[in-house]
């Protein structure tokens, strides 16, 4: 067999093996376009265009009521801290400053501030205060609304942007003026 002819076989055959290579891979799974954190975003904090990112998740693997749209989520709080590259969902953000019927939202601030390290937006606190005789229950079953802007401190807990700034909490009607009655007066928190 002559050189030219050895060399169109070993194209052929690599073509060949190419092909077959080709056919039998299987084809790649469908993707969908996912929002997720660009940053380490904290709880509390109102997202904004420049805190999202897409990417391509496999159509299995993405979570349920994942969000997918941006205006979708601008303007709305993290709900519970996120690392960057963590998915948004509907449970990952609430719409700021909504009080469930029948219940309303109150600013307060705490005695020990410190405790905002470890509140959540969604958490369920109860509400002491001292009164004349003693500590009395102002609130049971608070959810924490929004919290103050909080900063890492990078061991895990933050630090508040300032002690005057309020606390937002979701109380029953109810019990909203014995609440009022109490602000500016120390407030404690007691956590569910």
């Given at each position: 067999?002559?050189?030219?002819?050895?060399r169109v076989a070993a194209v052929a055959a690599a073509v060949a093996v190419g092909a077959t290579i080709m056919a039998v891979r299987p084809a790649p799974a469908p993707t969908v376009d996912v929002l997720v954190a660009a940053?380490?975003?904290?709880?509390?904090?109102?997202?904004?265009?420049?805190?999202?990112?897409?990417?391509?998740?496999?159509?299995?693997?993405?979570?349920?009521?994942?969000?997918?749209?941006?205006?979708?989520?601008?303007?709305?709080?993290?709900?519970?801290?996120?690392?960057?590259?963590?998915?948004?969902?509907?449970?990952?953000?609430?719409?700021?400053?909504?009080?469930?019927?029948?219940?309303?939202?109150?600013?307060?601030?705490?005695?020990?501030?410190?405790?905002?390290?470890?509140?959540?937006?969604?958490?369920?606190?109860?509400?002491?205060?001292?009164?004349?005789?003693?500590?009395?229950?102002?609130?049971?079953?608070?959810?924490?609304?929004?919290?103050?802007?909080?900063?890492?401190?990078?061991?895990?807990?933050?630090?508040?942007?300032?002690?005057?700034?309020?606390?937002?909490?979701?109380?029953?009607?109810?019990?909203?003026?014995?609440?009022?009655?109490?602000?500016?007066?120390?407030?404690?928190?007691?956590?569910?």
């Amino acid at each position: 067999m002559s050189w030219h002819r050895q060399r169109v076989a070993a194209v052929a055959a690599a073509v060949a093996v190419g092909a077959t290579i080709m056919a039998v891979r299987p084809a790649p799974a469908p993707t969908v376009d996912v929002l997720v954190a660009a940053a380490d975003l904290p709880s509390g904090m109102t997202v904004g265009p420049e805190h999202l990112t897409v990417a391509q998740w496999p159509a299995g693997a993405a979570p349920d009521r994942v969000i997918t749209d941006p205006q979708d989520v601008t303007g709305r709080l993290v709900a519970a801290p996120l690392t960057r590259g963590s998915p948004l969902t509907e449970a990952s953000v609430i719409t700021p400053h909504t009080a469930e019927p029948g219940r309303v939202l109150v600013p307060i601030t705490l005695t020990d501030r410190t405790v905002l390290s470890v509140l959540r937006v969604g958490d369920r606190i109860d509400l002491w205060a001292t009164g004349p005789d003693g500590p009395i229950t102002v609130a049971t079953s608070a959810r924490v609304a929004a919290l103050p802007h909080r900063e890492a401190t990078g061991d895990g807990l933050f630090s508040t942007d300032g002690a005057g700034t309020p606390l937002l909490v979701e109380v029953a009607e109810i019990e909203a003026p014995q609440l009022a009655g109490f602000s500016g007066s120390a407030l404690s928190v007691v956590l569910r």
